[in-house]
């Protein structure tokens, strides 16, 4: 191993340049979006889960008071 040649980079990585807020607000809305879509799927593929948070969610609300 010569030293560390093999680790260093050509250039400036485009990673260590600072995010936009454009670019950041764009990638939390994908974010979001695909976390939405994976919980959609979840919910189809364990309707008994579904069903369970809901009823504890139910007891939840009706146990709160103001």
Known sequence: MPDGA???REGPD???A???DAQRRRRRAQF???LHEAKALRDRVQP???????MR???RM???RW
């Open 6 to 8: 093999e680790h260093q």
């Open 18 to 20: 600072p995010e936009t």
């Open 57 to 59: 969610q139910a007891m």
């Open 62 to 64: 009706r146990t709160f």
């Open 48 to 54: 008994r889960r579904v069903k369970a948070a809901r």
């Open 14 to 16: 485009p990673q260590d």
């Open 32 to 34: 979001l979006r695909e």
